[in-house]
């Protein structure tokens, strides 16, 4: 896992902990409110592994 993405974890998880605002989050992430709101609704259906990037999979694809 990459920095950001633990960043990440952490500032969902506060969010579900009601210490922040998704707004204050999405200003530290430099995403909109829209993707906050979307990355808190993956974390409650599939907790930290649904905040991972997927980039890093599709690299590791070979080039047919």
Do not use: H, N
């Amino acid at each position: 896992m990459l920095l950001t993405e633990l960043l990440r974890i952490k500032l969902i998880q506060d969010i579900s902990d009601k210490r922040i605002t998704g707004v204050e989050v999405a200003r530290l992430l430099k995403l909109s409110p829209r993707q906050v709101y979307r990355l808190i609704k993956r974390f409650a259906e599939l907790g930290a592994a649904g905040l991972v990037s997927l980039i890093g999979l599709f690299k590791a694809w070979p080039a047919w």
